[in-house]
T-cell receptor, first 115, second 112 residues
């Protein structure tokens, strides 16, 4: 079965500084990886995905993520954080093939960007 | 607006009662997924339907059931409700080309 670990429940960063939200995964075969963001009382919004190809993936709002197969990681990054980036971030994985292709989510990381 | 519509947005009900949550997927999406989000258990996959048929089951209680209708909308039925069922319930849909999910804004269920 697939799983996702987000080792940090909370990440605090100063506005203008770079941010990283960590994610590691476990899945059989090739992974499809995703990052979603959730603002208070809202649904999950898609940020970016890795399916195949370039290991560095660029997404919405200036976010990017790097797929590292050897470390089974897919960390979310942004060069310069904004206060408006403060939200709950979820990493998710699903296998490329097989019967269990539903997304499995990590426990989430609360990002707080301090002004 | 994500294109996935969930109703109602909020629901308050008493223990032992039964409720129905509704979801309309994005136009053209055949798959519907239901997730439960609670503070202590995060996002838990409940069940998936594809074009009217159950495709996968996750951590769904026997008191819960779901179905997908010919027009592709889906309903999640929760019965004999307990205080611990209080959570956000999300519906998501997917297409063959996107690989991920598009989520609705959720239904917040409060059992009192």
């Amino acid at each position: 079965a697939q799983s996702v670990a987000q080792p940090e429940d909370q990440v605090n960063v100063a506005e203008g500084n770079p941010l990283t939200v960590k994610c590691t995964y476990s899945v059989s075969g090739n992974p499809y990886l995703f990052w979603y963001v959730q603002y208070p009382n809202r649904g999950l919004q898609f940020l970016l995905k890795y399916i195949t190809g370039d290991n560095l993936v660029k997404g919405s709002y200036g976010f990017e993520a790097e797929f590292n197969k050897s470390q089974t990681s897919f960390h979310l990054k942004k060069p310069s954080a904004l206060v408006s980036d403060s939200a709950l971030y979820f990493c998710a994985v699903r296998p490329e093939s097989g019967s269990a292709r539903q997304l499995t989510f990590g426990s989430g990381t609360q990002l707080t960007v301090l002004p | 607006d994500s294109g996935v519509t969930q109703t109602p947005k909020h629901l308050i009900t008493a223990t032992g009662q039964r409720v129905t949550l509704r979801c309309s997927p994005r136009s053209g999406d055949l798959s519907v997924y239901w997730y439960q989000q609670s503070l202590d258990q995060g996002l838990q996959f409940l069940i998936q339907y594809y074009n009217g048929e159950e495709r996968a089951k996750g951590n769904i209680l026997e008191r819960f059931s779901a179905q997908q209708f010919p027009d592709l909308h889906s309903e999640l039925n929760l019965s004999s409700l307990e205080l611990g069922d209080s959570a956000l319930y999300f519906c998501a849909s997917s297409s063959r080309t996107f690989y991920g999910y598009t989520f609705g804004s959720g239904t917040r269920l409060t059992v009192v």
